[in-house]
């Protein structure tokens, strides 16, 4: 699935202030590596039903056995293997015995202590793989993690690693045994380890995926197989949210456009946002904020929300909305399937310029039925022409008045809103009795 820099922003997929992105809230792994690996899963969406549902069933597995994780796999751990291959150490032994054992450790003292600390390190970080693969890899395991832990398991039969497998810690070996560890793990297994770390940072990157579903109660989605554009969920929020309230919302090619209007404040940014980060969570293989949620494979997603303008190349914010609505025009005229978020269009311009453009673009876009459409606006008036196409939906979020107090119950409601509210926000904020007194 495609999606650009532009949407994952606007979705706050990713984020400047790391604690606010979906990124960081669904970070739940072990160690560095595994986030990165995490990221690069973040930053290349599945392109199949199969390769989704495969990484689905291998959250699903990884959830049923927590409690075999291997628990003395750690970020130091790793960190502590990977210096071992960069520090410069005098030779170890060929063949140590008891004297040349003792000797090493007596004239090469501060060599010995980091060749034992780091074979502490690496025996926990083989032991762990041991256990992983003892206890996950089976012929009905699904299929990518088969495949990685077949690849493990080729890499990590050595004869070497048989006093590994027959001793609980590294503190049980005697200082002959750790130094014929220490050398073949220096000088003949530095590629088949870092290859060996590469598959537990993808499989750390799984486990934090399903650590965060069961933190957070996310539902795997149900992928609707078909050339049909298709979007339906209930109790779907925003995960970022603290108290979030769920929605209900039903796209597919008979009405496949929804004209949203709303006061400001009421939550209409917040609904398309939720929309466009349960998608793709659920197009990386993760578990949805939703009580469920079932969808088509979509071809991408392309969103217009936080335009900006350009002070060093001179452009106005109007003309960059115009550049990405052109942009999103050429992508989604290919005949494949996209979901496409729009809020508040042309916020650049005046109302009754901004009014004829945005009924323009959407008229326009009405016609493309391989694709949905979510559209937020404040001009509620262009609604009425809107009606004679009987593939668009209006709602809007409700907004209630008591004593001069905004009231939202961010529930989506069908029709069109002409609430005009700004004034009193403005009025609440004290900002007109600021003013006043000036």
Same mark, same amino acid.
């Given at each position: 699935m495609e999606i650009d820099k532009t949407t994952l922003t606007d979705l706050t997929i990713f984020s400047a202030a790391d604690d606010m992105s979906v990124f960081n809230k669904i970070n739940r792994c072990r160690t560095v590596g595994?986030?990165?690996?995490?990221?690069?899963?973040f930053n290349t969406p599945l392109n199949s039903i199969e390769a989704i549902n495969g990484i689905q069933q291998t959250l699903q597995l990884i959830l049923q056995n927590l409690e075999h994780w291997p628990a003395q796999i750690s970020n130091g751990s790793v960190l502590m293997i990977e210096k071992f291959y960069n520090a410069t150490i005098d030779d170890i032994p060929v063949?140590?015995?008891? =004297?040349?054992?003792?000797?090493?450790?007596?004239?090469?003292?501060?060599?010995?202590?980091?060749?034992?600390?780091?074979?502490?390190?690496?025996?926990? *970080?083989?032991?762990?793989?041991?256990?992983? =693969?003892?206890?996950?890899?089976?012929?009905?395991?699904?299929?990518?993690?088969?495949?990685?832990?077949?690849?493990?398991?080729?890499?990590?039969?050595?004869?070497? *690693?048989?006093?590994?497998?027959?001793?609980?810690?590294?503190?049980?070996?005697?200082?002959?045994?750790?130094?014929?560890l220490g050398r073949f793990l220096r000088?003949?297994?530095?590629?088949?380890?870092?290859?060996?770390?590469? @598959?537990?940072?993808?499989?750390?990157?799984?486990?934090?995926?399903?650590?965060? @579903?069961?933190?957070?109660?996310l539902q795997f989605p149900e992928f609707i197989p078909g050339n049909k554009p298709l979007l339906q969920a209930t109790g779907l929020y925003h995960l970022l949210l603290q108290q979030p309230v769920g929605y209900n919302i039903k796209l597919d090619p008979e009405c496949n456009f929804l004209f949203l209007t709303g006061a400001n404040m009421a939550g209409k940014s917040t609904f398309i946002k939720s929309v466009g980060a349960a998608v793709?969570?659920?197009?990386?293989?993760?578990?949805?904020?939703?009580?469920?949620?079932?969808?088509?494979?979509?071809?991408?997603?392309?969103?217009?929300?936080?335009?900006?303008?350009?002070?060093?190349?001179?452009?106005?914010? *109007?003309?960059?909305?115009?550049?990405? =609505?052109?942009?999103?025009?050429?992508?989604?005229s290919d005949g494949r399937k996209w979901l496409v978020l729009i809020d508040e269009l042309f916020k650049g311009t005046n109302v009754e310029d901004a009014m004829k453009c945005s009924s323009t673009v959407i008229e326009g876009l009405i016609k493309i039925n391989n694709s949905l459409f979510l559209l937020s606006t404040h001009l509620y008036e262009i609604g009425e022409g809107l009606k004679k196409y009987s593939n668009i939906s209006f709602n809007y979020f409700e907004t209630a008045v008591i004593d001069d107090q905004l009231m939202f119950s961010y529930q989506l409601k069908n029709g069109i809103?002409?609430?005009?509210?700004?004034?009193?926000?403005?009025?609440?904020?004290g900002v007109v009795d600021m003013l006043q007194k000036l």
């Amino acid at each position: 699935m495609e999606i650009d820099k532009t949407t994952l922003t606007d979705l706050t997929i990713f984020s400047a202030a790391d604690d606010m992105s979906v990124f960081n809230k669904i970070n739940r792994c072990r160690t560095v590596g595994g986030k990165d690996k995490l990221y690069d899963n973040f930053n290349t969406p599945l392109n199949s039903i199969e390769a989704i549902n495969g990484i689905q069933q291998t959250l699903q597995l990884i959830l049923q056995n927590l409690e075999h994780w291997p628990a003395q796999i750690s970020n130091g751990s790793v960190l502590m293997i990977e210096k071992f291959y960069n520090a410069t150490i005098d030779d170890i032994p060929v063949n140590p015995s008891t =004297i040349s054992a003792y000797t090493y450790k007596f004239f090469h003292r501060p060599d010995f202590s980091l060749v034992e600390y780091s074979v502490g390190h690496s025996f926990d *970080f083989i032991k762990g793989m041991q256990l992983m =693969i003892t206890h996950f890899f089976a012929t009905e395991a699904p299929t990518p993690l088969h495949k990685i832990l077949q690849l493990a398991s080729q890499l990590i039969t050595k004869e070497q *690693f048989n006093i590994i497998k027959q001793n609980k810690k590294a503190s049980d070996l005697s200082p002959v045994q750790l130094l014929q560890l220490g050398r073949f793990l220096r000088y003949h297994y530095k590629r088949n380890m870092l290859d060996l770390l590469e @598959i537990y940072f993808q499989l750390d990157a799984w486990y934090g995926m399903a650590l965060s @579903i069961r933190e957070y109660g996310l539902q795997f989605p149900e992928f609707i197989p078909g050339n049909k554009p298709l979007l339906q969920a209930t109790g779907l929020y925003h995960l970022l949210l603290q108290q979030p309230v769920g929605y209900n919302i039903k796209l597919d090619p008979e009405c496949n456009f929804l004209f949203l209007t709303g006061a400001n404040m009421a939550g209409k940014s917040t609904f398309i946002k939720s929309v466009g980060a349960a998608v793709f969570l659920a197009h990386i293989g993760m578990g949805v904020p939703a009580q469920q949620m079932q969808l088509s494979l979509f071809d991408g997603v392309l969103s217009n929300i936080n335009v900006v303008d350009n002070l060093v190349k001179g452009e106005s914010y *109007f003309y960059n909305e115009v550049q990405r =609505i052109k942009s999103t025009v050429s992508k989604i005229s290919d005949g494949r399937k996209w979901l496409v978020l729009i809020d508040e269009l042309f916020k650049g311009t005046n109302v009754e310029d901004a009014m004829k453009c945005s009924s323009t673009v959407i008229e326009g876009l009405i016609k493309i039925n391989n694709s949905l459409f979510l559209l937020s606006t404040h001009l509620y008036e262009i609604g009425e022409g809107l009606k004679k196409y009987s593939n668009i939906s209006f709602n809007y979020f409700e907004t209630a008045v008591i004593d001069d107090q905004l009231m939202f119950s961010y529930q989506l409601k069908n029709g069109i809103s002409n609430d005009r509210l700004g004034y009193l926000i403005l009025k609440n904020e004290g900002v007109v009795d600021m003013l006043q007194k000036l």
